[in-house]
């Protein structure tokens, strides 16, 4: 299975501020395609989780432009250019390259 | 808009068997795979189960293959999940997801299932 390894596992933010995300896997998530199946979600509390990120760089439909991916092969990054507080929440990265999918620990974002 | 609407769920005794279901509508079902995910209170996502738009191909956890079932009705726009052999570490929120590609983009609300004697 591939391991997906997430860092920090809780960030303590500043409204206004920046705020990144790392999400390793155990192996490249790079198709012969040419697609990388790596994803990025958003679980605000006492809700479903949403999409913001779908192959490491596309911004799902709605999401607001502050939110970025990027990465390669095995290293990932989610990048909130300026946290709001509407963006509190647990961020999971997963892969879906290979079954089983599997998702990172999750990154709990809270504010100072 | 797109609604996944999970039901079904509830308290089973280990051993016992439990048939999710999920309402789709807003969109052309026929056209997407489905997948179910679960997340045990307090834990992270998990990945279940898959079916294909058609329902040939299905794919599952291993921790549920042999257990549990996936399936879909077209006509119904619905898509199932019967859990049979149910244990403790089965006790979770069972969300059921749209799958345009290789991850969910519209999940419903869940439906919580809990295994307890």
């Known amino acids: 299975d591939i391991v997906m390894t997430q860092t920090p596992l809780s960030l303590s933010v500043t409204p206004g501020q920046p705020a990144s995300i790392s999400c390793k896997s155990s192996?490249?998530?790079?198709?012969?395609?040419?697609?990388?199946?790596l994803y990025w979600y958003l679980q605000k509390p006492g809700q479903s989780p949403q999409i913001l990120i779908y192959e490491v760089y596309g911004r799902f439909s709605g999401v607001a432009d502050r939110f970025s991916g990027s990465g390669s092969g095995t290293d990932f990054t989610l990048k909130i250019s300026r946290v709001e507080a509407e963006d509190a929440g647990v961020y999971y990265c997963m892969q879906g390259l290979h079954f089983p999918w599997t998702f990172g620990q999750g990154t709990k974002v809270e504010f100072k | 808009e797109v609604h996944l609407v999970e039901s079904g769920g509830g308290l089973v005794r280990p051993g016992g068997s439990l048939r999710l279901s999920c309402a789709a509508s807003?969109?052309?079902?026929?056209?997407?795979?489905m997948t179910w995910f679960r997340q045990a209170p307090g834990k992270g996502l998990e990945w279940v189960a898959n079916?294909?738009?058609?329902?040939?191909?299905?794919y599952y956890v291993e921790s549920v293959r042999g257990r549990f079932t996936i399936s879909r009705d077209n006509a119904k726009t619905s898509v199932s999940l019967q859990m049979n052999s149910l244990r403790a570490e089965d006790t979770a929120l069972y969300y059921c997801?749209?799958?345009?590609?290789?991850?969910?983009?519209?999940w419903g609300q869940g439906t919580l299932v809990t295994v307890s004697s």
């Open positions: 997801t749209r799958v345009p590609g290789r991850a969910p983009d519209f």
């Open positions: 079916i294909k738009s058609d329902g040939t191909e299905k």
């Open positions: 192996q490249s998530l790079l198709h012969t395609d040419g697609r990388t199946y």
């Open positions: 807003g969109f052309d079902f026929t056209a997407y795979w």
